[in-house]
T-cell receptor, first 111, second 114 residues
Framework: TQLLEQSPQFLSIQEGENLTVYCNSS?????LQWYRQEPGEGPVLLVT?????EVKKLKRLTFQFGDARKDSSLHITAAQPGDTGLYLC???????????FGKGTKLSVIP | NAGVTQTPKFQVLKTGQSMTLQCAQD?????MYWYRQDPGMGLRLIYY???????DKGEVPNGYNVSRLNKREFSLRLESAAPSQTSVYFC?????????????FGPGTRLTVL
C-alpha cells in the first residue's frame, strides 16, 4: 500500500504570512494532485503535477513535484482568510488508476 | 449545470439496516467513484466505474455494493450497516481514468450508524 504523509497536520497563521505544506512518500507516483476542501463540501482539484521537478503556479500558490516523484510541496504567499481549508495531496501510482490520498493539512488564516 | 449531486445529505441508521446512497452527474463523464472520508484517515476509494456497465473494487470495498445504473448515475448500497461504516461518503466523476482527467466531487453524504 502506498502511503502519503502530509505535514503539518494543522497550521494556524496570520493573514499576510507565507507558508509551506508538505506531502511525502517512500513510493514513486506517476502524478500527484493537490485539492482544497472546505467544511461541508467535497474536495476541489487545484493542480496536477506529472513530471519530476515540475513547478506550477496558481496565483499565490506554488506547487512543486520532487525530482524523484516521491514528494511534493505547496507554498502559499501572503495567505488570505479565503485560503482557509483542508489541503489534500493525492498520488496516482504507476500502473494504477486509483488515487491514494494523504490525511490533509488543516489551514486556518486569521484576519 | 449541477455537477455531481448526492442524496441524501444526512442519514442515521441502526446497525443491520440497509440503505442506498445515490449519485448523479450531468457532465457526461465516463468514470465515477465512491470514496469514504474518516477523521485521521483521508479519503479512501470504495468502488469505481471506469465506464457504463463496468465496476471495480477500490481499497475498502467490504460491506458495500455498487450499481452503475446508466452513464449519469452510480449508487452505493450498504446491505447491513455497521458502526464502522459511519463516515462521510463522497461520489466523484471524471471524463476518464487518465491522470489528466479531473475528478469532480459531490458535496457528500454524512452517515451515522448507531
Amino acid at each position: 500500500t502506498q502511503l502519503l504523509e502530509q505535514s503539518p497536520q494543522f497550521l494556524s497563521i496570520q493573514e499576510g504570512e507565507n507558508l509551506t505544506v508538505y506531502c511525502n512518500s517512500s513510493s514513486v507516483f506517476s502524478s500527484l494532485q493537490w485539492y482544497r476542501q472546505e467544511p461541508g463540501e467535497g474536495p476541489v482539484l487545484l493542480v496536477t503535477v506529472v513530471t519530476g521537478g515540475e513547478v506550477k503556479k496558481l496565483k499565490r500558490l506554488t506547487f512543486q513535484f520532487g525530482d524523484a516523484r516521491k514528494d511534493s510541496s505547496l507554498h502559499i504567499t501572503a495567505a488570505q482568510p479565503g485560503d482557509t481549508g483542508l489541503y489534500l495531496c493525492a498520488g496516482e501510482g504507476a500502473g494504477s488508476y486509483q488515487l491514494t490520498f494523504g490525511k490533509g493539512t488543516k489551514l486556518s488564516v486569521i484576519p | 449545470n449541477a455537477g455531481v449531486t448526492q442524496t441524501p445529505k444526512f442519514q442515521v441508521l441502526k446497525t443491520g439496516q440497509s440503505m442506498t446512497l445515490q449519485c448523479a452527474q450531468d457532465m457526461n463523464h465516463n468514470s465515477m467513484y465512491w470514496y469514504r472520508q474518516d477523521p485521521g484517515m483521508g479519503l479512501r476509494l470504495i468502488y469505481y466505474s471506469a465506464s457504463e456497465g463496468t465496476t471495480d473494487k477500490g481499497e475498502v470495498p467490504n460491506g458495500y455494493n455498487v450499481s452503475r445504473l446508466n452513464k449519469r448515475e452510480f449508487s452505493l448500497r450498504l446491505e447491513s450497516a455497521a458502526p464502522s461504516q459511519t463516515s462521510v461518503y463522497f461520489c466523484a466523476s471524471s471524463d476518464g481514468l487518465a491522470r489528466t482527467d479531473t475528478q469532480y466531487f459531490g458535496p457528500g453524504t454524512r452517515l451515522t450508524v448507531l
